[in-house]
């Protein structure tokens, strides 16, 4: 693609301001470059690897599951009880360990301080803990398929007391390993977290204000907030259900008399652990879906060529679900038993989140209206992801609501709904987004033919797997079942939709593995990118160097003059102005207009 | 310093505003949200904000396992009595121990004050009583602590009546007590580094500031703990 110089606006920085932050070197040696670096390209890189890789078994684990389901009996190997250490690890490396670390983890650490002109993170060293320590939990992880045992097979959302109590598969060490796990994996967050939120904050370049962070950063400074103020949550009730199971503590277990002795345990509140896990897990519903949504924006306005309908609204959208995610979590527990006037409340914060939601996805809607679309593979993503993304939440509103939830509780709906909505919609965004950013990283395009194969395969794929089990959820289905084998009301053709389904996830599965070639063979092979080949605007594509060098601005900073939107300029050069394009004398643009319009900061 | 095509640039907001609107323009400014404060104290702001959670959802959790409990919880100016010369007071020690807690937030004020004047001396001299203070209070800590194992609290059960009462008690207690050796820790190496004379350089004392946040924090998460636990 051609490329002109556009004269951008840079200065000098020598005269840093923080003597706080860490000192920082060029890296010499191999080790220091590529292994304990505190670049944040390889630490974000060392983060999407590794989540990618558990990804990996986890991936694996569904199509165990699926094999089990559409086919009973086919894979002797597994028993009920491996069944559900299955459904468990699949369920919790998808949440925490892949989605989290890969959109915060690894797109936060990435693309934070190219976005906003830094030269890295506020405290790098910090942030290179935050990888080793996040490693050491998913080594402590996959340990635990390697214990006397196996791993826990207490659902991921490990309620006690079953998940503490004999009877229960991986209870002697899976449980102890998974919330060790757990609580190693939130001081790592938290590590990372801190630095994101106090890079965005702090550390921009000049020009950079609040108002002129490309969506996808505010997507990602919401949900670390979100995450800062959850995982605590998250991070007691695992401690405390550690001392249950490790020192007998009675926090979360009742009297209990199993297999006729009674335990020694009593006194304790099975639904105090149900609040504080989902105090978390609702929130981490959003950490995972706002960065998609700060993605998914930047995405479709860089290639329907046209500015984010809607800005500030989508930025007051952003911080309104965020609020809100801590007001809804007791939508997890309708079948727990509650004071209706909770049920109420609940139901009605859940409604409510709708509305500043809704408010996104037309935008969305309204920046495509019109525009000069390019059927790019991160386009094509990224609109599937919205419908994807409406389907799923369509189905959380009928979820919303207490009457219908309580019958449709712990059927396939529940796992259609989740799927689509915290399941397919982020990797569908994680997928657009590699696609979209690839070429920055690593210097070269993904093969085109590939991705387009990729994406049909799974968007229809996902749809073929998880479309119908809405329909199975409808006849009673229920989730977390071995088998359904002599259940009277299960009709033969929920069988028959049971094989298809896993026939789609298998092709699904192998689509993946044509995306992991694409990765690797285009990594070297791929045709050269150039330094912006989707002509966006963002800084990161400014850089004087792709893959960017350390530091990466060379010797002088950027200097931001407009937002990310200005996309199909009238009588520009091209038709985009990078973010750091300097304002000419007498532009014809208001100086009155609000700065991220292109105004005048005063 | 250069500047190279600025045109249309103006660096921040430079009319003095006030009140509302002052902050308006700062979290409108380019560059920093929070003008003046440097990256290492807005990082130890924003982790004090999620420790806040960490203690909050401890606490609460203790208030609700005490309020759902069936057995009778015990009471605390009981269990934490001593008896000192024949005369038995309750919560004698907690007393002194807040004291003691409370009297060191006292001395870290004073030498953040006296890091700004970049009076070397007197600001070791007083972060290190601030930790000596600290570590007082740990001493006691272990004290009472060893005082009720031998008594014969234990998590998962004591004589005094619910269970719940030692799980919770070491708990919170303990996971509050690593909180202040880690301060103990920190202060420690943050005043040897100003008596060593690391800062004088660049004249940069905000580091002293930043630990004394930490460690307010931490005393006013002991206030809780203290009314919550011993005085409910
Ligand atoms: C091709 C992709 C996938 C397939 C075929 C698949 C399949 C499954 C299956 C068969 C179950 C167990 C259902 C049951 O017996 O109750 C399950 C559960 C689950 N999946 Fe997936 N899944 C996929 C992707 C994902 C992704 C991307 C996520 C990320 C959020 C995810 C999150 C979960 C969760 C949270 C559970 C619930 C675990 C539990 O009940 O404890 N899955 N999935
Ligand atoms: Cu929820």
Known sequence: MAQTAIPTGTYDDTDHDEDLGDGHHEPRSFITKYIWSQDHKVIAIQYSITAMAVGLIALVLSWLMRMQIGFPGSLPFIDPERYLQFVTMHGMIMVVYLLTALFLGGFGNYLIPLMIGARDMVFPYVNMLSYWVYLLAVLVLVASFFVPGGPTGAGWTLYPPQAILPGTAGRDW????????????????????????????QARTRGMTMMRLPLTVWGIFVATILGLLAFPAL??????????????????????????????????????????????????????????????????????RKNIFGYRMMVWALLAIGVLSFVVWAHHMYVSGMNPYFGFFFATTTLIIAVPTALKVYNWVLTLW????????????????????????????????VVVDVPLSDTYFVVAHFHMVMGVAPVLVIFGAIYHWFPKVTGRMLNDALGKFHFWVTFLGTYAIFFPMHYLGFVGIPRRYHDFEGIAFIPDSARELNAFITVAALVVGAAQLVFLFNMAWSGFRGRPAGSNPWNATTLEWQTPETPPGHGNWGPRQPVVYRWAYDYSVPDAEQDFLPQNYPRPAGDGLNPEAPPEQGGLLR | MAHQGT???????????????????????????????????????????????VFGCFLTSYMSVRMSNTVAWPNPSEVFALTIGGAHIPLILIAIMTFVLISSSGTMAMAVNFAYRRDRARTAALMLATAALGATFVGMQAFEWTKLISEGVRPWANPFGAAQFGSTFFMITGFHGLHVSAGVIYLSVVALKVARGDYERKGNYQIVEIAGLYWHFVDLVWVFIFAFFYLW
């Not at chain 1, 899976?174 to 904050?201: D, E, H, K, R």
């Not at chain 1, 059927?375 to 919205?386: D, G, N, R, Y």
């Not at chain 2, 609107?21 to 949200?33: H, M, N, W």
């Open chain 1, 174 to 201: 899976g449980i102890i390993l998974m919330l060790v796990s757990l609580i190693i994996f939130v001081v790592a967050f938290t590590m990372g977290g801190l630095n994101y939120v106090t890079t965005i904050l």
């Open chain 2, 7 to 53: 045109a249309g640039y103006t660096a921040g907001p430079s009319a003095q505003a006030e009140g509302w609107q002052e902050i308006v323009t700062d979290l409108s400014a380019d560059r920093k949200a929070f003008r003046n404060v440097p990256w290492g104290k807005a990082m130890m702001w924003l982790f004090l904000l999620s420790d806040t959670f």
């Open chain 1, 370 to 401: 019109q525009a000069d679309i390019h059927f790019t593979v991160p386009m094509l993503f990224s609109l599937a992801f919205i419908l994807t993304f409406v389907s799923g939440g369509m189905s959380g509103l009928f979820l919303g609501n």
């Open chain 1, 235 to 304: 991070f007691v009730s695992g401690l405390m259900m550690l001392l249950d199971r490790v020192l007998l503590t009675s926090f979360f277990m009742p009297t209990i008399t199993s297999l006729g002795e009674r335990l020694s345990y009593g006194g304790g509140s099975p639904l105090l652990f149900q609040h504080l896990f989902w105090f978390f897990g609702h929130p981490e519903v959003y950490i995972v879906a706002l960065p998609g949504f700060g993605i998914v924006s930047d995405l479709i306005s860089t290639h329907a």
